[in-house]
């Protein structure tokens, strides 16, 4: 089977998608370019949707929604959901010269269902499903759909063809259970090996040994006999009932488990995104802060203009002017204008009677004189006393003055870069804060209505029902052993008993041909496992060791991988040293020898289908992820990939070379946080545009991207 | 000079009409509904530290300008050095060391009048000091100010 084309239309984020794919057999890749949630993994579960129907959705479709999350119900009450799948498979016929002819014929496959609303919950009609044969007469419709869509793409083998690139290190991660890693990978295998006519045949022929059990059971003529044969018939029916029960209980281990580690991966990445209450709490102490900060700025703001009408300020632009003033009541200082102490002194001296010079005061002539001009010069002296006071005093004061000039606070540069720093220090420190609020903010819209508590819980609950679980399959599972002990036992006794009368001889032959024949048949059953096993195995090893030899680090350590016959995927180091593929093999490895396994079953199988894998070279780099790449492009008919811009760096030529098909897909939804331009649509949807991988446009141009520059425009 | 003593008590400290709505716009102290209030853009707290700063600039440039009472307002009386006294200090020094007389202090209707007519002088210089230059005019006359001071030392 090769897929060529397929349409979507509301399912989920596909709203109304149209995707090409190459089948040029010289160009086996098509390249879907796309970052994170732009519906890659919604488009694999869609395609798978279309094949198998609700089965193949989280928890079998139970509660999954698959129309557009902002469906407008109130104008239109019920969603058309619809996907088409149009594909060539490959068949052959007997030719006239006994060879085989290879026919190719082509398929249009259509799914479709609706959804409504009712109250809270949606409800989904059962799918309907139509697949026609495409001729240049016209399209022949085609029955039954689903027995010849699962002989083209089995649907055991559906993550084997369809497959999540971090999904599927489940394979081989620690913290998945070796019960379900094998199970895993011994389903994987068995599938691609259609070994269900065999196991039919082993179910055919149990069910005959029960009838043969009841017909002793019936006819016997002994009380032992019969009673021997009543309880293995109850024993084979218990087994009958438990065996299917185990099987299922071990996938639905395998189920919980990959459902802990998807929602463990979900916690993690919104909590390195950011917790919504820590976000919170951030947010508002981050408020505060602005407010302190808005604060700050305005009374610094104050505090700057009020160096306008500092002291300093005046002084210094006027220092010459004051300086003369100064001089001049020094002057005055000198020559004893100033300090005004003389009359107080000449009214000692008139009270004495006698002046500095020895003469008196007395009453002659000369002394009336004398004392005459001291009076009028005290007189005189008191008249001027007012303003010699004034002058006193601002002596004194500018006196201070400039004495202090010299010191700081009479520097106004200095008070002015004072101000100036703190102006600057405390505007940085406010935009820092505004920039935190801004990215507190962006983070919790990209939060948005996540509850990582609930998710926790939710976790929680998925933990307790993985214990449920385990403890009801190992107690299944010792009912299996003990009822096949007890059939052990019952069935010797039977045999014993039949053998001593002649007539249950007929019976006894009966049992041992058909118990002989389920030898045969498990035997040849696990045989083929074993055989495909080693066959797998031995490509898959093939495929790794080529992969990693071009990382000289884990290509000294790894020496080997292998399935083993327990179905357990073991690497070895030097001297058969095991590995731990968690431990000691890097990401790039780990992504590797999973994709090595699938390469390997695909290979193996022999079915030809496309591989579909989303994100497969997720943390590979440099030589590992070529190799990666390049080996997954040889070993496929037919190679989907959708792939991240890191992916695809470092691998343009290969994608030049290989890749018959490059679109890119976008999110609307992305614009404005992470599209650079707005794509002007309501609606939240995947949109495709033709940029290949050394081009972007103004539909998928993305912010922040470093190789941005290196992308060419395309109109 | 007795802190308390302010000889300046009951005399007009005046601007000239034509600059009224400069002065209005680069002091903050006026009604809400103008512009400019914030000290950004308004960088004098009060009209009377814009007239002082004006003073000193006439002052530096050593020029007294005559207007007539009719082209100019009273915008504050001399109490208002009271709260300040240290500017009455040196509006004191400021008419000895312009006039190169002591007496002068004697005069406080002369000294404020001498006061006026050097604001008058400064006021177009000190607008060109707010305005010029491509930031708020708190920033402006700030450089204008430093690099005054700097050219003086």
């Known amino acids: 089977m090769k897929f060529s084309k397929a349409f979507f239309k509301n399912f989920r984020l596909l709203r109304n998608l149209e995707l090409d794919f190459s089948t040029d057999p010289e160009r086996r890749l098509t390249v879907i370019r796309a970052a994170n949630e732009s519906g890659k993994t919604t488009t694999l579960m869609a395609m798978q949707w279309a094949l198998y129907g609700d089965i193949s959705l989280p928890g079998k479709g139970k509660d999954y929604r698959l129309h557009p999350i902002d469906w407008d119900f109130d104008n239109n009450p019920r969603v058309m ?43 989904r009609l059962p799918s309907t499903v139509a697949l026609y044969e495409l001729n240049p007469q016209g399209d022949t419709p085609i029955e039954p759909v689903e027995p010849i869509l699962h002989d083209m793409l089995p649907l055991e083998l559906r993550e084997v063809f369809f497959t999540d690139g971090d999904r599927v290190l489940s394979f081989i991660q620690a913290n998945i259970s070796a019960t379900a890693k094998r199970q895993r990978v011994q389903n994987a295998i068995k599938s691609l090996l259609g070994l269900n006519v065999i196991e039919n045949a082993i179910n055919h022929i149990n069910v005959s040994i029960n009838d043969t059990y009841k017909k002793v059971k ?9 009673e021997v044969s009543e309880r293995l018939e109850i024993v084979t029916n218990d087994l009958d009932k438990l065996e299917p029960k185990n099987l299922d209980l071990i996938d639905q281990l395998t189920n919980v488990e990959l459902q802990i580690d998807e929602k463990d991966n979900e916690i993690v990445a919104i909590l390195a995104r950011g917790d919504q209450e820590a976000l919170s709490r951030e947010l508002i102490e981050c408020r505060e802060n602005i407010q302190k900060l808005e604060m700050r700025k305005k009374e610094l703001e104050k505090k700057h203009s009020n160096l306008f009408r500092d002291d300093a300020l005046a002084y210094n632009l006027i220092a010459p002017i004051i300086n003369k003033a100064f001089q001049i ?8 204008t100033i300090p005004s102490n003389t009359i107080p002194v000449l009214e000692e001296r008139i009270n004495i009677g006698k002046c500095f010079c020895d003469e008196l005061f007395d009453d002659s002539p000369s002394g009336i004189k004398r004392r005459e001009a001291v009076e009028r010069k005290i007189n005189l002296q008191k008249q001027n006393d007012g303003l010699l006071k004034q002058l006193t005093d601002l002596f004194y004061s500018s006196r201070r003055i400039l004495t202090d000039r010299n010191t700081q606070n009479w520097n106004w540069g200095e008070k002015y870069k004072d101000v100036l720093k703190q102006r600057n220090d405390n505007e940085e420190q406010l935009q820092k804060e505004r920039q935190n609020q801004n990215a507190i903010n962006i983070k919790l819209e990209q939060l948005g209505n996540t509850d990582v508590r609930a998710m926790k819980d939710y976790k929680r609950n998925l933990e307790l029902t993985k214990e449920k679980i385990i403890r009801d399959q190992a107690s299944v599972y010792n009912q299996i052993k003990n009822l096949k002990e007890q059939a052990k036992v019952l069935e010797k006794q039977q045999n014993s008993l039949l053998r001593r009368k002649e007539r249950n001889y007929l019976l006894l032959s009966e049992l041992e041909v058909s118990k002989d024949i389920r030898k045969i048949l498990q035997n040849t059953y696990d045989a ?3 055989n495909e096993l080693q066959k797998v195995s031995t490509t898959m090893n093939e495929y790794f060791l080529k992969m990693i030899c071009a990382d000289p680090e884990q290509g000294a350590i790894i020496r080997k991988s292998e399935i083993t016959p327990v179905f357990d995927i073991k690497v070895y180091g030097s001297r058969n040293r095991h590995l731990d593929p968690d431990r000691d093999l890097n990401g790039a490895s780990r992504r590797a020898l999973t994709l090595s396994f699938i390469l390997a079953l695909t290979n193996v199988s022999e079915v030809i289908a496309p591989n579909v894998i989303d994100t497969p070279l997720g943390m590979t780099s440099g030589h590992v992820k070529r190799s990666v790449l390049e080996t997954s492009i040889e070993h496929s008919s037919q190679l989907v990939l959708f792939l991240t811009r890191a992916e695809i760096e470092s691998c343009q030529d290969i994608i030049d070379q290989n890749a018959g098909i490059v679109i890119t897909l976008t999110n609307t939804a992305h614009y404005p946080l992470m599209l650079k331009n707005n794509p002007n649509n309501s609606e939240i949807k995947v949109l495709r545009c033709e940029c290949d991988h050394y081009e972007h446009c103004q539909l998928c141009e993305r912010l922040g991207f470093e190789s941005n520059a290196k992308l060419a425009y395309r109109d | 000079m007795d802190k308390y003593y302010n000889p300046f008590q009951n005399q007009e400290l005046r601007f000239p009409k034509i600059y009224q709505e400069q002065i209005l716009r680069f002091t903050q102290t006026k009604s809400d509904d103008v512009k400019g209030s914030q000290p950004s853009q308004s960088p004098f707290p009060r009209m009377v530290d814009l007239w002082l700063f004006a003073v000193c600039i006439g002052a530096k440039k050593g020029k007294r300008t005559l207007l007539t009472k009719e082209e100019t307002y009273k915008f504050i009386e001399g109490a208002i050095f009271t709260s300040d006294p240290w500017r009455v200090d040196l509006l004191s020094l400021l008419a000895i060391g312009f006039s190169e007389n002591p007496n002068i202090i004697n005069k406080p209707r002369e000294i404020i009048q001498m006061a006026n007519e050097l604001a008058v002088t400064g006021l177009p210089e000190v607008f060109q000091m707010l305005t010029e230059g491509y930031s708020e005019p708190i920033w402006n006359l700030s450089t204008q100010i430093v690099e005054m001071l700097q050219e003086a030392d």
């Open chain 1, 81 to 123: 959901i619809e996907v088409i799948i149009e594909f060539e498979h490959v068949s052959y016929k007997p030719a006239n010269n006994g060879k085989s002819q290879e026919m190719t014929k082509f398929y249009r496959l259509i799914r479709s269902t609706s959804e409504e609303m009712k109250g809270k919950k949606h409800k």
């Open chain 1, 218 to 226: 019936d006819r016997s003529h002994s009380k032992d006999l019969s």
């Open chain 1, 329 to 336: 009541l020094s002057t005055l200082e000198a020559d004893g």
């Open chain 1, 528 to 530: 083929l496992i074993n």
